[in-house]
C-alpha cells in the first residue's frame, strides 16, 4: 500500500483555536505540536489459479449492480487495507466460447466488509 500525502497543517499547542495552521513545522524546543495530514493511498490485490476471487453479482430494480466479492483463502479484506465507502476498481479478463476473451474493468463502491466478504455497488453490472 502507498500513501501520497495532499497536505498537512502544524499549529502549536497554544494556538489550537486561535491559530493560522500553517504548512510547514515551526515551533520552539519542547513546545506541543497538532499536526493535521490529509492522504490518499491505494490498494492492489491480485488472484491466480491459487488464491481465488468468488464474485456473486445480480442486477437490482434500478440496473446497477450488487455483488459480493470473497476471497477464497478465506482471508480478511480489512487486512488488506480495504474499508467501507472505497471506490475501487475491478480488472478481469472473461473467456468466452471459442478461446475469444475480454479484458473488462468496473469501478465500484464498498458497501459493507464482513471479515472475507465485501459488499459493493456499481452503476455498471460486472459481468457482461
Same mark, same amino acid.
Given at each position: 500500500m502507498s500513501l501520497k500525502i495532499l497536505s498537512k497543517r502544524y499549529t502549536p499547542w497554544n494556538y489550537l483555536f486561535t491559530g493560522v495552521p500553517k504548512s510547514f513545522l515551526i515551533g520552539n524546543v519542547c513546545e506541543p505540536m497538532r499536526c493535521e495530514v490529509d492522504f490518499s493511498y491505494a490498494v492492489e490485490k491480485q488472484y491466480t489459479t491459487d488464491s481465488k476471487l468468488i464474485l456473486d453479482s445480480t442486477v437490482n430494480a434500478s440496473g446497477g449492480a450488487q455483488a459480493t466479492l470473497t476471497n477464497a483463502d478465506?482471508?480478511?479484506?480489512?487486512?488488506?487495507? !480495504?474499508?467501507?465507502?472505497?471506490?475501487?476498481?475491478?480488472? !478481469?479478463t472473461e473467456y468466452f466460447g471459442g478461446g475469444s476473451s475480454a479484458l473488462i474493468s468496473r469501478t465500484a463502491t464498498v458497501q459493507n466488509i464482513i471479515d472475507d466478504e465485501m459488499f459493493i455497488t456499481s452503476s455498471i453490472p460486472l459481468g457482461t
Amino acid at each position: 500500500m502507498s500513501l501520497k500525502i495532499l497536505s498537512k497543517r502544524y499549529t502549536p499547542w497554544n494556538y489550537l483555536f486561535t491559530g493560522v495552521p500553517k504548512s510547514f513545522l515551526i515551533g520552539n524546543v519542547c513546545e506541543p505540536m497538532r499536526c493535521e495530514v490529509d492522504f490518499s493511498y491505494a490498494v492492489e490485490k491480485q488472484y491466480t489459479t491459487d488464491s481465488k476471487l468468488i464474485l456473486d453479482s445480480t442486477v437490482n430494480a434500478s440496473g446497477g449492480a450488487q455483488a459480493t466479492l470473497t476471497n477464497a483463502d478465506a482471508s480478511a479484506w480489512n487486512d488488506s487495507g !480495504f474499508a467501507v465507502g472505497d471506490s475501487i476498481v475491478i480488472n !478481469f479478463t472473461e473467456y468466452f466460447g471459442g478461446g475469444s476473451s475480454a479484458l473488462i474493468s468496473r469501478t465500484a463502491t464498498v458497501q459493507n466488509i464482513i471479515d472475507d466478504e465485501m459488499f459493493i455497488t456499481s452503476s455498471i453490472p460486472l459481468g457482461t
